[in-house]
């Protein structure tokens, strides 16, 4: 059996040894069930105390009241680009966009092929999405406000979060969901595709406050209705049980082995900061981004040329260092250091990149 490598994969990414671990054992019996975790039913005990773990340990780690729902969709966050306008922007009703890039793109041609009333009020497209826009003027009359917390293809995230004052703020936070501390009053709607930063792929999280529910249409699909998911505790349908208990372990480690988002992200500062000393430090390596409005999350850099990109991007896959290459829609390479990413693994890709410099550069 090969040995694992550090995993520096955009998603599906790494997830903690200690979770896969325990998935092992609960494939064959989970809980003493006498079934595996992908036998269970969704309307058991058993998934039950999963599900209900997962809500409480997200309402916990991200200090969310009453006033918040948990909820597990499948689609993804790709699914919640349609699905929020569904839900939200009807009649003369119109919405604020903030496009920093590949997937704030995407969510909003979701809302246009709707033929929703939209505004993009702010764009770093002017410099190839590589920084995240400030002195925003939002509209006073918008439905709501949207934004994507942080941009896995060009390295990008914000640092601090706008104040919209009442009109309700919504963030994918795919990629940066539970990385740091923030203040989750600001949010009326968070979504975050799992396979990032807390989970395998098959499911979303959807975190979203009750006043948003007041103005949904009861003529929507049952499916893309956030009041069924609601009412029904995500379970409606079959939930994606396994993906969901894969989710419940991560925010179990991130609370008991890690310590909370605090302790999270003091980790990640100090992995991204080694990264970034290595390639600011350098001739040989480019960061892609502006300083200000670099990712945490995910670390984008090029090399001379495209040559020697693919030869640096061979030779840390022989010396155990996957995930490397660039998103191909730009090219060059790409260091995703997520939560279970841990910082020997950012120690050896350093040491990696400075023993390549040396050879080639």
């Known amino acids: 059996m090969k040995n694992r490598i550090f995993n520096f994969n955009a998603g599906p990414a790494a997830l903690p040894?200690?979770?896969l671990e325990k998935i092992k054992e609960s494939f064959i019996n989970f809980n003493e069930?006498?079934?595996?975790?992908?036998?269970?039913?969704h309307r058991s005990k058993f998934f039950d105390d999963v599900i209900n773990s997962a809500v409480l340990r997200t309402k916990r780690l991200l200090k969310l009241d009453d006033s918040y729902h948990v909820l597990f969709f499948q689609g993804g966050a790709s699914?919640?680009?349609?699905?929020?306008?569904m839900n939200f922007l009807h009649g003369n009703k119109t919405a604020d966009?903030?496009?920093?890039?590949?997937?704030?793109?995407?969510?909003?041609?979701?809302?246009?092929?709707?033929?929703?009333?939209?505004k993009i009020i702010a764009s770093s497209e002017d410099k190839n999405f590589s920084y995240i826009p400030n002195n925003i003027h939002y509209s006073h009359d918008a439905a709501y406000i949207h934004i994507t917390s942080n941009n896995t293809?060009?390295?990008?995230?914000?640092?601090k979060y706008p104040d919209?004052?009442?009109?309700?703020?919504?963030?994918?936070?795919?990629s940066d969901i539970m990385s740091r501390p923030f203040d989750s009053n600001k949010f009326d709607l968070i979504y975050a595709g799992a396979q990032k930063n807390i989970g395998p792929a098959g499911v979303c999280l959807v975190i979203i406050k009750a006043d948003m529910l007041k103005n949904i249409p009861d003529t929507l699909p049952t499916m893309l209705n956030y009041k069924t998911f609601v009412s029904k505790n995500s379970m409606y349908n079959t939930p994606p049980c396994f993906a969901i208990y894969t989710v419940e372990l991560v925010l179990k480690w991130l609370e008991e082995s890690i310590g909370g988002l605090e302790k999270m992200h003091e980790i990640n500062k100090a992995k991204a900061q080694l990264l970034y000393t290595t390639i600011d430090s350098s001739d040989f390596y480019s960061g892609t981004s502006e300083l200000k409005s670099r990712s945490l999350m995910n670390v984008t850099f090029k090399l001379k040329d495209e040559e020697t990109e693919k030869l640096f991007i061979q030779k840390a896959l022989e010396n155990g260092l996957g995930g490397l290459k660039?998103?191909?829609?730009i090219g060059g390479c790409r260091a995703s250091i997520y939560n279970a990413t841990d910082y020997n693994a950012v120690k050896t890709l350093t040491d990696f990149m400075k023993d390549f410099e040396q050879t080639y550069g």
């Open 326 to 329: 660039g998103h191909r829609s």
């Open 153 to 159: 293809i060009k390295g990008t995230q914000w640092s």
């Open 79 to 85: 699914m919640q680009f349609c699905i929020i306008p």
């Open 17 to 19: 040894l200690c979770v």
């Open 33 to 41: 069930s006498g079934m595996s975790i992908t036998e269970i039913s």
């Open 164 to 174: 919209t004052g009442n009109i309700p703020l919504i963030a994918d936070m795919s």
């Open 97 to 118: 966009y903030v496009n920093t890039g590949t997937w704030s793109t995407k969510a909003i041609k979701e809302a246009q092929l709707q033929n929703k009333k939209i």
